[in-house]
Structure formats: structure tokens, C-alpha cells
């Protein structure tokens, strides 16, 4: 069996974009849901703030009683009490009275401003002197000013923050409905493949694919569930694929993607269910065997044994689906030339030289099974399909990896 036709990186993302993935809602208590999806949009129960308070320590009073008041010319106000802050006034402020307030004292019915209490004289247990005037309001933080009982506060899909978080505790919301962390199913697949802390015998190598798979689905906030190494056999791994479909919502195998004798990969996809293998090779370099397919709604994806080829294939197509999120580029010159052929998308690991021209990116040239280069890379040349190469000298685009902050390229 041969490659479907192979399909340009913007028409699989154009079948990405059909995809859904189906997801429950559960109820989580707030300081348990920080990076957790809304599964509802969130109104607020109550104003905020719920009442007017003093924004600074001082004199709550009506506004109009100071009018015109100056240091030359003190107004004289009686004052009928002292609020804490978590106190309710004890009755309401009349005219050319006087409250001592705390910043963060609720205000009683009657006051509209607050003189700080460097403006003012306490001259007796009853009397202040106040020596500047206020503007209605002012130094009051105004019931509802932040946010208004009723209000929209968080939409559907938001990515719960500490800020979030602490919005709704203002709030008093206990807890919200969030989606389900997607669950995804990794399966290793190669007769040669060890795990890590077994003992690699000669002809063997150890799974790196696994671990790396974990690691990058764990990072999209999304739960791994490894289903371990499975032998070269069409029904183990049908048997295998089939069990992964039904605990997961999503599932990635790793090798078997060619057209070798023991690839078994899009046979099983497609004898489990519909609508199966939908790309079978994709213009991209390295990469170029991949595989997407669906069962159902559960999204399947068979990307390469090689570790830099599967965790290309995962940044590029599974996160799409996991974490969606803005690529970071940066432009550099190609420190000397780099061959592409025309018609595929060319990723070449670069690191990046800051210099006083500007940057300079240095391919780490390697062949596709090389896992070396993964480390110590800054990121990825992007050829693209039209292109023949860059010569040295020339502007290329270069995708951040993961991780690095491009205040550093700046």
C-alpha cells in the first residue's frame, strides 16, 4: 500500500478545523480550577464593590457640607462616630456631621466623599476641622464601579488565571463548571523499542517517543494515558487501538505511518470504524508519513517513529486540537546555504546568534532520526513549498521552540 495523496500543511489544517472533540463538564471548586476551561459563561451574583467604601482613611461626609473648605477658612463638622473595616454604620450621616473611616470602611446612607485625614484637625472627641473640599464621590469607591451585579464577568472558554480566580472569590463563587481535561491515548509502536529502565538489548533502542508524548500532552493541560509499546502485530494493535478509542477522546501512535511490510497503522484505523484514514502523507519534511484519521469523533493521529519527526507532527497538528495557541516567529539571516526541494514544507532546526547586524541562524543539520538536535536547537527554519532553498545571507523565518522567549531575539 502506497501514500493517499499527500496534502499540504493548509489543506490538514483545513481538516483540523472540521474536528470536535467531544467533552464532558465537570464542577470544580475555584482554587482547584486555575488553567481549567469555563464550560459556562459566569454572571456576577453580586455588585462590586457591594457597597460604597472609603478609598482612603479620613472623614466620610456630605460633600456640600465642605464646600469652599481651605486651610485659611477650616469648616467646623461634628463628628457622631468611628467605622471599622467589616462594620456596618450604625445609623445614617446627617448633614454637617463627620464619620472616622478606614480605607475599605463601608460608608453610611447620608455620606457621598471622604476627606483624607491629612486635610483635617481632630479638635475634639466631637469635632474635626476640615481644610480642604471634596467632589462628590471622591476618594469613594462607588457601589458597582467594578463590576455590576448581573454582569457578564467570564465567557464560555475561558482559561481560568489567578486573576480569574480571584475575580470569582470576590464574587463569592465557590466553584464553576469547567470542561473535562481531554484525555489522550499514546501508543508506542516497534519490535525494536524498549522502555526506558529496561535492558536495551543489541538491535534495540529505547522509547523516547512515549515519554516526549507525555511530557508535550501533559504541557497542553490535557491528561496522558500511555497503552505502553505494541509489538508489530495488525491485531494487537487494532485490539490495542480499539481500547485507546473507547477510554479517550483522542489518541496518537507513534511508527508503523509508512509503507513498510509491518506498517500496520491505516489498516487499523480504518478496520476499526468510520470515517478512518483521512491524510496519509503530508508535504512536510520531516514528517511526510503522517497520518489523521478519526473514529467517529475520537481524532487519531499516526505520527512518525523518529522522535523529531513526532514531536514536529505533534506542535504542528495535535496542539492545534489540545491547546491552540499563537506560533512565536523570529527573522534571521541563514548563516550559509540550505537546500530545499520545491513542493514540501521544509522545518530545519537552527540556533540563533544575536548579533550586532542583527540574527544570524545556524542550521544544525541531521539526519531525521536524530534526537540531539531537539535540545540544543533554538527553533525551526521554515522553508516553504515554493521555495528551493536560502542562500547565505538571506532572510529566513524561524518558529520558536517551545519554551524560549523571543525578548532574547529582540
Known amino acids: 500500500?502506497?501514500?493517499?495523496?499527500?496534502?499540504?500543511?493548509?489543506?490538514?489544517?483545513?481538516?483540523?478545523?472540521?474536528?470536535?472533540?467531544?467533552?464532558?463538564?465537570?464542577?470544580?471548586?475555584?482554587?482547584?480550577?486555575?488553567?481549567?476551561e469555563l464550560a459556562e459563561d459566569v454572571y456576577a451574583p453580586i455588585s462590586l464593590p457591594p457597597f460604597n467604601r472609603s478609598a482612603v482613611d479620613g472623614y466620610c461626609v456630605n460633600w456640600e457640607d465642605v464646600a469652599g473648605a481651605s486651610e485659611s477658612l477650616p469648616i467646623f463638622l461634628k463628628v457622631v462616630g468611628n467605622?471599622?473595616?467589616?462594620?456596618?454604620p450604625k445609623g445614617q450621616l446627617e448633614r454637617e456631621q463627620a464619620m472616622v473611616v478606614a480605607t475599605g470602611s463601608m460608608l453610611p446612607e447620608g455620606a457621598n466623599a471622604v476627606v483624607m485625614v491629612e486635610e483635617t484637625e481632630r479638635l475634639a472627641e466631637?469635632?474635626?476641622?476640615?481644610?480642604?473640599?471634596?467632589?462628590?464621590?471622591?476618594?469613594?469607591?462607588?457601589?458597582?464601579?467594578?463590576?455590576?451585579?448581573?454582569?457578564?464577568?467570564?465567557?464560555?472558554g475561558t482559561k481560568l488565571t489567578p486573576e480569574n480566580i480571584s475575580l470569582l472569590a470576590a464574587l463569592g463563587i465557590t466553584e464553576v463548571e469547567v470542561f473535562q481535561k481531554i484525555q489522550v491515548g499514546i501508543l508506542s509502536t516497534g519490535d525494536e523499542l524498549v522502555e526506558v529502565g529496561e535492558e536495551a538489548k543489541l538491535g534495540q533502542i529505547y522509547n523516547s517517543?512515549?515519554?516526549g508524548l507525555i511530557a508535550a500532552v501533559s504541557s497542553c493541560g490535557a491528561i496522558p494515558r500511555y497503552y505502553g509499546i505494541i509489538e508489530d502485530d495488525f491485531n494487537v494493535l487494532k485490539?490495542?487501538?480499539?481500547?485507546a478509542?473507547?477510554?479517550?477522546?483522542?489518541?496518537?501512535?507513534?511508527?508503523?505511518?509508512?509503507?513498510?511490510?509491518?506498517d500496520y497503522v491505516v489498516k487499523a484505523i480504518d478496520g476499526i470504524g468510520k470515517p478512518g484514514v483521512l491524510v496519509h502523507g503530508i508535504a512536510i519534511k520531516p514528517g511526510k508519513p503522517t497520518i489523521i484519521g478519526a473514529i467517529d469523533s475520537t481524532p487519531i493521529f499516526g505520527l512518525s517513529g523518529n522522535p523529531f519527526s513526532a514531536l514536529l507532527?505533534?506542535?504542528?497538528?495535535?496542539?492545534?486540537?489540545?491547546?491552540?495557541?499563537?506560533?512565536?516567529?523570529?527573522?534571521?539571516?541563514?548563516?550559509?546555504?540550505?537546500?530545499?526541494?520545491?513542493?514540501?514544507?521544509?522545518?530545519?532546526?537552527?540556533?540563533?546568534?544575536?548579533?550586532?547586524?542583527?540574527?544570524?541562524?545556524?542550521?544544525?543539520?541531521?539526519?531525521?532520526?536524530?534526537?540531539?538536535?531537539?535540545?540544543?536547537?533554538?527553533?525551526?527554519?521554515?522553508?516553504?513549498?515554493?521555495?528551493?532553498?536560502?542562500?547565505?545571507?538571506?532572510i529566513g523565518k524561524v518558529m520558536l521552540k517551545e519554551g524560549i522567549n523571543d525578548d532574547l531575539f529582540k
Open 1 to 36: 500500500m502506497g501514500y493517499l495523496t499527500v496534502k499540504t500543511v493548509e489543506e490538514v489544517n483545513g481538516i483540523l478545523a472540521n474536528f470536535r472533540i467531544k467533552r464532558q463538564v465537570e464542577k470544580v471548586k475555584i482554587f482547584e480550577g486555575l488553567n481549567r
Open 83 to 88: 467605622i471599622e473595616m467589616g462594620q456596618k
Open 126 to 156: 466631637d469635632e474635626v476641622a476640615i481644610y480642604s473640599s471634596v467632589a462628590c464621590y471622591e476618594n469613594v469607591l462607588v457601589e458597582g464601579e467594578d463590576v455590576k451585579k448581573g454582569e457578564l464577568v467570564l465567557a464560555k
Open 209 to 211: 517517543n512515549g515519554p
Open 239 to 243: 485490539e490495542s487501538l480499539e481500547k
Open 245 to 262: 478509542v473507547k477510554e479517550c477522546q483522542l489518541v496518537i501512535l507513534t511508527g508503523g505511518t509508512s509503507i513498510g511490510t509491518k
Open 313 to 394: 507532527g505533534f506542535r504542528l497538528f495535535v496542539q492545534k486540537l489540545l491547546a491552540p495557541s499563537k506560533e512565536i516567529f523570529v527573522k534571521g539571516k541563514v548563516a550559509r546555504n540550505i537546500p530545499s526541494t520545491g513542493g514540501r514544507q521544509d522545518y530545519i532546526p537552527v540556533t540563533i546568534v544575536k548579533k550586532e547586524d542583527g540574527l544570524w541562524l545556524n542550521p544544525l543539520f541531521s539526519k531525521s532520526n536524530s534526537i540531539g538536535v531537539l535540545s540544543k536547537m533554538d527553533g525551526l527554519l521554515v522553508i516553504e513549498a515554493a521555495s528551493e532553498g536560502l542562500e547565505a545571507g538571506q
